[in-house]
């Protein structure tokens, strides 16, 4: 049994817009971003044919986040930005790998 934690960000120091003709849309230009926390238990065991890297594993995660929109300066006065929004999400994930992996070694004298 293990314990997971992590923590993810994304958030740019500038806005956003889309391309319109290959042209930024400044009218609808946005700041956003997210804040994400995870969190949850994991097993993890070895399978054959038993080297370092051979296992099962699998995590359950809860990963609670908070999507956050703010208008630009440049976008349009009419402009109305997204409402910042909790967010909760659940993750079950597993990994297998029991590949049998061969070294070759050649030595030259």
């Known amino acids: 049994m293990e314990y997971v934690l992590s923590f993810s960000n994304f958030t740019l120091p500038f806005a ?7 042209k930024s849309f400044t009218p609808e230009e946005l700041r956003w971003g997210y804040v994400r926390a995870e969190f949850g238990i994991g097993y993890r065991r070895q399978v054959s044919p038993g080297n370092q890297d051979n296992m099962f594993a699998a995590d359950l995660l809860v990963e609670p986040g908070f999507l956050y929109f703010h208008k630009s300066s440049d976008a349009a006065a009419n402009f109305i930005a997204p409402h ?9 994930q597993t990994r297998y790998d029991a590949l049998v992996r061969k070294t070759r070694i050649s030595l030259k004298t």
């Open 16 to 22: 956003k817009s889309e391309l319109v003709d290959g």
């Open 84 to 92: 910042n929004t909790p967010e909760l999400r659940f993750h079950l």
